[in-house]
């Protein structure tokens, strides 16, 4: 059974930074696609990175330049490294896996192309 765990949500004042992490187990982690998304209330999940099985990463363009997503095969983890963070990155961040997928450039991430999901992370930027 696929289970995700991620960690690393807080509170953090605008220009700070945070590192997620998402604790994969019960598959075989290198061979699937990662992603991160967020969520604020009242509003659908939105894709803000993902990095698939060959290492190809994309990213939302509002978080472009400033986040960096990044997997470590041994020890079945997943990181999402936040910098500069703004209030508007104020959310409910989620890891997300699926058995399938690539990374495709200039293509949206969508909730839809992972079937499985964590439980979520606040990450509260104030200014």
């Known amino acids: 059974q696929v289970q995700l765990v991620e960690s690393g949500g807080g509170s953090v004042q605008a220009g700070g930074s945070l590192r997620l992490s998402c604790a994969a187990s019960?598959?075989?982690?290198?061979?699937?696609?990662m992603g991160w998304f967020r969520q604020t209330p009242g509003k659908g999940r939105e894709g803000v990175a993902a990095?698939?099985?060959?290492?190809?990463?994309s990213y939302a363009n509002s978080v472009k330049g400033r986040f960096t997503i990044s997997k470590d095969n041994a020890k079945n983890t997943l990181y999402l490294q936040m910098n500069s963070l703004k209030p508007e990155d104020t959310a409910m961040y989620y890891c997300?896996?699926?058995?399938?997928?690539?990374?495709?450039?200039?293509?949206?991430?969508?909730?839809?192309?992972?079937?499985?999901w964590g439980q979520g992370t606040q990450v509260t930027v104030s200014s």
């Open positions: 990095v698939d099985r060959t290492g190809f990463t």
């Open positions: 997300a896996a699926n058995l399938f997928g690539s990374v495709v450039p200039g293509r949206p991430l969508w909730p839809a192309d992972f079937g499985y």
């Open positions: 019960g598959y075989t982690y290198k061979n699937y696609y």
